[in-house]
C-alpha cells in the first residue's frame, strides 16, 4: 500500500491542503473542527509528514547541530548524552562534529551546517569567540559554550575555572599541604589557562611557591607528569591535576612508584566524570555535572530557536556562569560516599571561559 499523502488528508478530512498544512505545522490559525478533521483523518491514514517537504514550508529542519574541540573522551560523551536527552524531549535530531581544535576546521564545520539545522551549539576553548560567530550563518541561531570573556553579551555558557582552581587548592590547603604541584592543560586552551591561573593566584595568597608541569588532558600526559614529579629532589605533597584524566593518570603513577595516596601525595581532579568516583582511591574534584551541562546548553538553545521565530521574544543574550562543586573523596582523605561542597564564589568578572577536559 502506497503510503497517504497530504491531499489523502486533505481528501478525508474535505479541507484544502493549506488547511492540513496549518494543523500539522502550527503555522497560522485554523478552526477547532478544522484541527479535529485533519487529525482524525492523519490517524485513519497513518500519515507521516515528509520531513524534508515540512522543511520547505516551514523553515524548520527540527535538527540542532553540535560542533566540539575533539569527540573523545567521557567528557563529551557525557556532555553529548546530556544534549541528546534534552533534543529528543522537544523532538529534535542531532548533528555532531568535531572541530579538533582547528579554527579553519571549525568554520569548515558551521558553513556544512548552513540551512540543514534550526540552530547550534559551539565548544570553542581555543578560538576567540569573535572570530568564530564571523563564521556563523546570518541569523541562525547560536550558543556559544566556552568560548572565552568575550562572550558576554551573546548567548553563552561558561565554566567558572578560575574558582573551581581556587577551590581545589585551598581545599588541599586547608589539610596542611604546602608543596602543590599543578599538572596543566595544553597550551592555547582557554581553560587550561584559566585553571592555571586559579592555582597560581591561590598559591601566591598562601605565600607558596608554584610548580607547574604541562600535560594535554590526557591520562598518558598526566602519568608521565607525575612521573617527573616524582623523579624531582623534593616530592609534592599534593597534585592538583586540571582534569579528571591527568589525575587519573597521575594515580596511575603514584601507584607504581609504591607512592600512597592521600597518605604520601594527595589528588585533586576537575569536572567529576563517571570514573572518578570508581577508581581507588576516589577521586577528589570539582563537579560540573557534565550531562546536566549539555542539557541545560540544549534547553536554551531550543528556547533561541523558539525566540527567533517570534519578533516580539525578548533576546538572550546572556552568559550563564557554571559554577563548579567541590567533590571530597579518598584521594584527599574524604569519606567514600562523597559530601559536595559549593565552591567559593568570585566575582562574576573573574568567572573563566574554559573547553573540555
Known sequence: MKPATIRDVAERAQVSVASVSRVLTGAGAVTEPTRLKVMEAVEALSYVPHSGARSLSTSRTDTVGVILPDLFGEFFSELIRGMDLAARANGLHLIVSSSHDDASVAAAAIRSMRGRVDGLIVLSPHLDSAHLAANLAGRLPVLLMNGGANDAGRPSMVVDNLGGAVAAVEHLLSLGHRRIAHI????????????????????????????????????????????????????????????????????????????????DVAL??????????????????????????????????????????????????????????????????????????????????????????
Do not use: K, W
Not at 185 to 207: K, S
Not at 240 to 256: P, R, S, T
Not at 344 to 355: C, F, I, L, M, Y
Open 184 to 263: 596543566g592543560g595544553p597550551t592555547g586552551n582557554l581553560e587550561a589557562r584559566e585553571r592555571r591561573e586559579g592555582y597560581v593566584q591561590a598559591m601566591a595568597r598562601a605565600g607558596q611557591t608554584p610548580q607547574v608541569v604541562a600535560g594535554d588532558f590526557t591520562q598518558v600526559s598526566g602519568h608521565v607528569a607525575a612521573t617527573a614529579l616524582l623523579a624531582e629532589g623534593v616530592r609534592p605533597e599534593a597534585i592538583f591535576a586540571g582534569n579528571d584524566m591527568m589525575a587519573i593518570g597521575a594515580l596511575v603513577a603514584l601507584q607504581e612508584a609504591g607512592v600512597r595516596c592521600p597518605e
Open 268 to 357: 585533586v581532579g576537575f569536572d567529576d566524570v563517571p570514573i572518578a568516583g570508581l577508581v581507588r582511591p576516589a577521586l577528589t574534584t570539582l563537579r560540573i555535572d557534565i550531562a546536566e551541562t549539555g542539557r541545560r546548553a540544549m534547553e536554551r538553545l531550543v528556547g533561541l530557536i523558539a525566540a527567533a521565530a517570534s519578533p516580539d521574544a525578548d533576546p538572550d543574550d546572556a552568559c550563564e556562569i557554571i559554577r563548579p562543586q567541590l567533590v571530597v573523596r579518598q584521594s584527599t582523605g574524604g569519606r567514600p560516599n562523597p559530601v559536595v561542597d559549593t565552591a567559593p564564589r568570585v566575582a562574576p568578572n573573574q568567572a573563566s571561559n574554559g573547553e573540555n577536559a
